[in-house]
C-alpha cells in the first residue's frame, strides 16, 4: 500500500489562514500590528530568498514586516546597535537576525543580544534553557513545524519510539526534547555521527526524523515497514531539491512520509508567524 504523503504546503495554507483571522483579531482589539524585524547582513543569495519568502508570508496573515539590510562589511559593533535599537523599540515585537552571518561576526553574541521576548526564532540561550525546563516563550520554528506535521495528521507520539538523526542546535537537538517533553510523551533516541549500527538503531523508529543534511542518506533498509518518515533535509544537488531520505524506494515501506520540498519546509516558515503573534501577545498584554 502506497505510504499517506504528509503534505506540509497545504497545512501551511491552512494554519496560515486560521493565523489571519488571530492577527485581524488582535489588530482589532489592541490597535496595534504584529511586527517582524528582519535582519540581513550582506547579500548571500540563499539567505535573501529565505528572508524575501518569510516575509512575504508575514504580508499573507496580516503581520508587519520590516526588512534591515546591512552590507556584508557591516562589524559586530554596528549590528549589536541594530539588535538594541530593536529591543526598545516598543513597535517591534520580534526580531529574526537570518544566518548565517559574514565572518567577521560572531554569532553567539548577536543571539544573546537579542532580548528573549522577542526571539522569534527561539536561539537565546534562555529560550533553550526554558524549553528544556518545560516552560518556553516560543517554540523553535522547525522543531514545532515538525511537531504540528505530526498532530494535525493525527499520527500519536505518546508510548512511540522516535528515532532523531542528528544533533544540531536548530533541530535535532530541541526536537529530542521536546518530544520527550510531558504531554509528547515519546522515548526519543538522538543519533549522530558516531552512533554505532544507526540502521538497527532507525529500524526501531514508529516515527523517523532525519535532520542531517546528507542528501537520500536515510534507505529503506534502515525504515521499520509502517513507519512515519520526517525528512528535515534540504539538499540542493543536480538532481534539484532532495531530501535526507530516499523518497522512492522509503515509500514502499513507510506508513507515512514527508515529501521534500513541500514537507518540514513550508511549516517552519509558518511557525515564524506564530511565534511572531505570540511575541506581540505577550508584549502588548
Ligand atoms: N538560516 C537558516 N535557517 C535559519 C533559521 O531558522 N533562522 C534564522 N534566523 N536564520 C536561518
Not at 517591534?92 to 521576548?117: D, K, N, R, Y
Not at 506535521?149 to 507520539?157: K, Q
Not at 526536537?175 to 554505532?196: E, F, N, W
Request: aromatic share 2%; with cysteine; hydrophobic share 40%.
Amino acid at each position: 500500500m502506497p505510504p499517506t504523503i504528509l503534505d506540509g504546503k497545504q497545512l501551511a495554507k491552512t494554519i496560515r489562514k486560521e493565523l489571519a483571522v488571530e492577527v485581524a483579531d488582535f489588530v482589532k482589539n489592541k490597535n496595534c500590528t504584529p511586527t517582524l524585524a528582519a535582519v540581513l547582513v550582506g547579500s548571500d543569495p540563499a539567505s535573501e530568498v529565505y528572508v524575501r519568502n518569510k516575509r512575504r508570508d508575514c504580508e499573507k496573515v496580516g503581520i508587519q514586516s520590516n526588512l534591515h539590510e546591512l552590507p556584508a562589511e557591516t562589524t559586530q559593533e554596528e549590528l549589536l546597535a541594530l539588535i538594541d535599537q530593536l529591543n526598545q523599540d516598543a513597535d517591534v515585537h520580534g526580531i529574526l537576525v537570518q544566518l548565517p552571518l559574514p565572518s567577521q561576526i560572531s554569532t553567539e553574541p548577536v543571539l544573546e543580544a537579542i532580548s528573549p521576548a522577542k526571539d522569534v526564532d527561539a536561539f537565546h540561550p534562555e529560550n533553550v534553557g526554558r524549553l528544556v525546563q518545560g516552560r518556553p516563550l516560543f517554540h523553535p520554528c522547525t522543531p514545532q513545524g515538525v511537531v504540528e506535521l505530526l498532530r494535525r495528521n493525527a499520527i500519536p507520539t505518546s508510548g512511540q519510539n522516535v528515532v532523531i538523526i542528528g544533533r544540531s542546535d536548530i533541530v535535532g537537538k530541541p526536537l529530542s526534547i521536546m518530544l520527550a517533553q510531558k504531554g509528547a510523551d515519546a522515548t526519543v533516541t538522538l543519533c549522530h555521527s558516531r552512533t554505532s549500527d544507526l540502521p538497527a538503531v532507525a529500524r526501531q523508529a514508529d516515527i523517523l526524523i532525519v535532520a542531517i543534511g546528507r542528501a537520500n542518506f536515510v534507505t529503506a533498509d534502515m525504515v521499520k515497514p509502517g513507519a512515519t518518515v520526517i525528512d528535515v533535509g534540504i539538499n540542493r544537488t543536480e538532481a534539484g531539491l532532495v531530501g535526507d531520505v530516499d523518497f522512492e524506494a522509503v515509500s514502499e515501506v513507510a506508513g507515512a512520509i514527508t515529501p521534500v520540498p513541500g514537507g518540514v519546509g513550508p511549516l517552519t516558515r509558518v511557525m515564524l508567524l506564530v511565534n511572531t503573534l505570540a511575541a506581540a501577545r505577550r508584549l502588548e498584554s
